[in-house]
């Protein structure tokens, strides 16, 4: 489990917007194919070019409870930036981009910098920019137009689940038939399941971006959960994503 938990704490670690608008409760389910709710998935999809946000981050795990601030930088398919700070004071920061991750922490003077193959391990499921850029902005991990899905109606929620599961790990999806994102994503590796929920969402200048994004690492030992708040978002502002790894600081190696 503590691979699971050191994947969460690097994604987690990883007002002037208009008055927001919650997403319209009470839409009713519907039968309908696989075909056509993504097709309704797809029109709603992120589609601005940038994003910046404040937040606030609990992490709680057996023996830990922590507070933080944040803020999240997207520059749509390029650049996930994030800074975290503790009691008004800068802690850590992160860089993702395409090929890499990268973040580093003062407190223990620590960094890392690589690709994503060995978050890929931690996850036991391919882990790249899109997945980790989607999970951020309330969307499928998995591209949806790339498969084949089931789909069954759970707890008036469009259940989508893959025909053909992957042999390390499965995979499920809830999409809000509100709004047509995600409101659930589940992977379960063995004994260890991966919760992403985002129970609440937020209209701001006609896109639907997560309010809540709520994070859990379950096994028979271990429950770890994150609460992410999105406190305020911005589109499309020129956003500057400073980032280079202090001199002197040591190499963080994850086993």
């Not at 696989?34 to 937040?55: C, E, G, M, N, P």
């Not at 520059?75 to 930036?81: L, M, P």
């Not at 920019?129 to 089931?150: M, S």
Request: glycine share 4%.
């Amino acid at each position: 489990m503590k691979k699971t938990v050191a994947l969460l704490v690097i994604i987690m670690s990883l007002t002037a917007c208009k008055t927001h608008k919650g997403v319209t409760a009470g839409t009713i389910a519907k039968a309908t194919s696989s075909k056509k709710l993504i097709q309704a998935y797809d029109k709603v999809r992120f589609d601005k070019k940038t994003l910046s946000a404040k937040l606030k981050v609990n992490y709680k795990d057996a023996n830990t409870t922590q507070n933080v601030s944040a803020s999240l930088r997207i520059i749509k398919d390029e650049k996930i930036w994030i800074s975290i700070s503790a009691y008004g004071f800068p802690v850590a920061k992160v860089l993702i981009t395409p090929t890499r991750v990268s973040y580093y922490e003062r407190i223990n003077n620590s960094y890392f910098d690589g690709d994503f193959t060995l978050l890929s391990d931690f996850l036991g499921a391919e882990l790249d920019y899109q997945k980790v850029q989607n999970l951020l902005v309330g969307e499928a991990l998995l591209a949806l137009d790339k498969g084949k899905y089931k789909v069954a109606i759970q707890n008036n929620k469009y259940l989508l689940t893959p025909k053909h599961q992957e042999a390390q790990y499965a995979y499920s999806l809830l999409l809000n038939p509100a709004n047509f994102k995600a409101y659930s994503q589940k992977i379960e590796q063995g004994e260890q399941a991966l919760t992403f929920d985002y129970p609440n969402y937020q209209k701001i200048s006609g896109t639907q971006v997560p309010k809540n994004i709520n994070i859990t690492a379950n096994d028979n030992e271990n429950n770890t959960a994150i609460k992410v708040l999105y406190k305020s978002v911005i589109f499309n502002k020129t956003v500057k994503t400073p980032f280079k790894i202090p001199s002197g600081y040591t190499a963080i190696k994850i086993e």
